[in-house]
């Protein structure tokens, strides 16, 4: 592994200049932590009022931070991460002590797995700790497997050290990117400062330095390309930051590209890189995988080759080793920012002796499956049940969607069917957790962030049952996005491998008979039922019209997934996918 060269300078800069926050007579520590968010630029909270946090809350408030207030502290946390990813920025979560943290525990994992924001949260006060107070909780035990940090402030002084390392862990600096935890006992919250509590801090910047590859691994990373025949270029987090030049380095060298859910709309699907519909056949034939901040896990079958040729050689980038030290090591390995190793290869790269004849068929072939699917998903036939296909549903979708909409897919089932047939320049979904739950919160940070933008959440109807309440949350803070409920009125995934794998015996997976149209109208938004694919175009621009709004869109449960037909519902033993498993068990 080639080490990181040295980067540049760390940047002192203030998030402002106002620094006055820490000299306000008469100023309390819950002033102090609203006065240091105010500074870093946070511009919102997220979170659910508790005795635990009402002085920050209310100093919050007073300072002009908008309170975003929720249903449930992991709609919190889910709408806190949308921000993240949406921003780049760390945002921040306000949860009470005990059951607040704990109903924020699904968030925080999720925002880990996803390398997105910060938490903070109160405790009960210090002369109660250990006496078995009111909601007193080991909360920092609880939380810290989740947290790039998980820290305490039991002192005035401690305060902003705390909080810029919270600050700094979040935001990457030693880790990837991730939520950090602080909590504050309830009376300190109250304590006045003396001078002396924030003397010595001197403020710097929460945004981790850029770092160089270092010369010898760069011209490794170099050579490698320059020999490589058939190479292919699979995108993660950081690549976000690298985009336009990502796109231009691959258009002028021609190197095919996949994204995942981590880059999706990194580069648009009319790239002429973009190789996404046929991901099976580039990673079985590429004799060079090139990951930028992407881990080989289990969607990428752990760099096996049981997926990728066993002749293939690996080029890792990524800020941290975490992302490129894991299930199959690279021949060549580079600890730098993506935006610096793209910037400096595109700045120098020998002419690369590409197989042209394989790179165009790639393109045509997923050009074609992507034609075709399109052109089969406006003509499929409803199931035996007498409802629209799901792709049906989507290819409606896609044709509401305006070319700035942000697009959010939620579900098990109807997720599987989008990630195939909805694209968007801002996409998000579950991530690699698979956490149901997020479209609704997710939905709702979209249209805070860019009022006026479309925001199009497509959720499927277990999923909704998750946050549906969080629809209140939209109608109290005027925000309008449309939510699409793809009802097929089952967990499909799990009930198709019921009947499949034991006997035709379907137990706790049918959710028949709700109506989400109704639900949305009696939380104060719009909602209409569609059961035919010929209402659809005039049904989403009626919602478009009146949302915030619900489509409960009722979708057959004879189409299955192409997750559900890759076997993820079986589990197998070493791989995620069927197919993966059973050339694994050909390779033993």
């Not at 999720?110 to 009111?134: I, K």
């Not at 050579?223 to 699979?234: G, H, K, T």
């Not at 047939?421 to 962030?449: E, K």
Request: charged share 20%.
């Amino acid at each position: 592994m080639e080490t990181p060269a040295p980067s540049a300078p760390r940047d002192r800069n203030r998030g402002s200049d106002e620094t006055d926050f820490v000299r306000r007579p008469g100023q309390t520590v819950a002033g102090l932590i609203a006065g240091y968010l105010r500074w870093r630029g946070v511009q919102r909270v997220y979170g659910l009022c508790g005795g635990h946090i009402q002085p920050v809350w209310d100093e919050l408030a007073r300072l002009g931070v908008a309170i975003v207030d929720v249903r449930h502290e992991c709609a919190a946390v889910y709408m806190a991460h949308a921000e993240a990813e949406l921003t780049g920025r760390p945002a921040v979560a306000l949860v009470t002590a005990g059951p607040g943290l704990t109903n924020a525990v699904t968030g925080l994992a999720n925002a880990s797995t996803s390398r997105a924001p910060v938490l903070l949260s109160g405790r009960p006060p210090r002369p109660q700790t250990g006496r078995g107070a009111l909601q007193e909780l080991p909360q920092r035990a609880i939380v810290a497997p989740l947290c790039r940090a998980a820290l305490t402030a039991d002192r005035a002084r401690e305060v902003l050290p705390r909080l810029d390392e919270a600050m700094l862990a979040a935001a990457g600096w030693d880790t990837p990117p991730g939520p950090a935890y602080l909590d504050f006992p309830a009376d300190l919250l109250t304590e006045h400062l003396q001078p002396r509590d924030t003397a010595d801090w001197i403020p710097a910047s929460a945004q981790p330095p850029e770092i160089l590859p270092s010369p010898a691994g760069l011209a490794r990373a170099r050579d490698l390309i320059a020999a490589a025949r058939r190479p292919v270029v699979i995108a993660g987090r950081e690549a976000r930051a690298a985009g336009p030049e990502l796109a231009r380095l691959l258009a002028d060298v021609g190197i095919p590209y996949l994204d995942s859910g981590e880059s999706r709309g990194v580069l648009p699907q009319d790239h002429p890189s973009v190789v996404s519909a046929v991901k099976g056949r580039a990673m079985r034939e590429a004799d060079l995988v090139i990951t930028l901040d992407r881990n080989l896990n289990f969607q990428l079958a752990y760099g096996s080759p049981a997926a990728f040729s066993p002749a293939a050689r690996f080029l890792r980038v990524a800020r941290h080793t975490s992302q490129f030290a894991d299930n199959r090591r690279g021949d060549v390995e580079l600890q730098c920012s993506v935006p610096a190793f793209v910037a400096a290869l595109a700045d120098g790269l020998s002419p690369v002796k590409l197989d042209e004849a394989w790179t165009a068929e790639l393109r045509e072939a997923h050009l074609t499956a992507t034609r075709k699917l399109a052109m089969r998903a406006q003509t499929l036939p409803p199931g035996a049940d007498g409802f629209m296909h799901p792709y049906r549903l989507l290819h409606e979708v896609s044709r509401f969607l305006e070319p700035d909409a942000a697009v959010i897919a939620d579900g098990g089932d109807i997720l599987s069917f989008a990630r195939v047939a909805l694209s968007a320049r801002t996409y998000l979904d579950c991530g690699v957790l698979g956490c149901l739950g997020v479209g609704v919160p997710f939905a709702n940070a979209a249209a805070l962030l860019a009022p006026g933008r479309q925001v199009v959440a497509v959720i499927g109807d277990g999923s909704f049952g998750f946050t549906a309440m969080e629809i209140d949350t939209a109608v109290r803070h005027g925000l309008a996005p449309v939510y699409v409920i793809a009802n097929n009125q089952a967990w499909n995934i799990e009930k198709t491998d019921q009947l499949q794998r034991f006997g035709g015996r379907a137990v706790g997976v049918d959710l028949p008979g709700c109506r989400y149209d109704r639900l949305a109208e009696s939380l104060g938004a719009a909602g209409r039922r569609v059961t035919n694919s010929g209402e659809l175009p005039e049904a989403l621009a009626w919602a478009g019209d009146h949302a915030p709004a619900v489509l409960d869109v009722l979708v057959t449960q004879d189409a299955q997934s192409p997750d559900s037909l890759s076997g993820i519902a079986v589990v197998p033993p070493d791989q995620a996918l069927t197919k993966w498993q059973l050339a694994e068990d050909r390779r033993a």
